[in-house]
């Protein structure tokens, strides 16, 4: 299996594409604050994800790898709240990507506590 077809590496870059098409119509001044952050923290959670993929050889990896990736998925939430707050997006796009961003984080979770079944080699 390629990284590529984990379920939470699909959903991950898809939030990340959303985020960028949504990003392209903020306010010029949060170029390097707001519009940076988000961006990259939502491209994070994905290439995240796939570091741990090929460091399924070694559990501890793996595991921190994802906690990395869950992290990076909270900040994402957090970054869509500051959006929302300042009245950058709407409430109904607000709601659709911070639940697109909660399924993200329980598809991770799952990863980390069912290692097998991702390669990882548990004792």
């Given at each position: 299996m390629r990284f590529q077809d984990l379920l939470a590496y699909k959903k991950g870059f898809d939030l990340a594409m959303?985020?960028?098409e949504m990003t392209k119509y903020f306010p010029k001044e949060e170029m390097y604050s707001l519009t940076d952050q988000i961006r990259r923290s939502s491209r994070?959670?994905?290439i995240t994800i796939s570091e741990a993929y090929r460091k399924r050889e070694y559990p501890k990896h793996f595991h921190s790898k994802l906690t990395d990736a869950d992290s990076e998925n909270s900040e994402t939430q957090g970054w869509l709240e500051y959006a929302f707050a300042c009245?950058?997006?709407?409430e109904d796009k607000f709601i659709e990507l911070t639940n697109q961003s909660i399924e993200i984080g329980k598809l991770i979770n799952f990863m980390i506590l069912n290692p097998h079944k991702f390669g990882v080699k548990t004792q």
């Open positions: 959303q985020i960028f994070s959670v994905t009245k950058y997006i709407e």
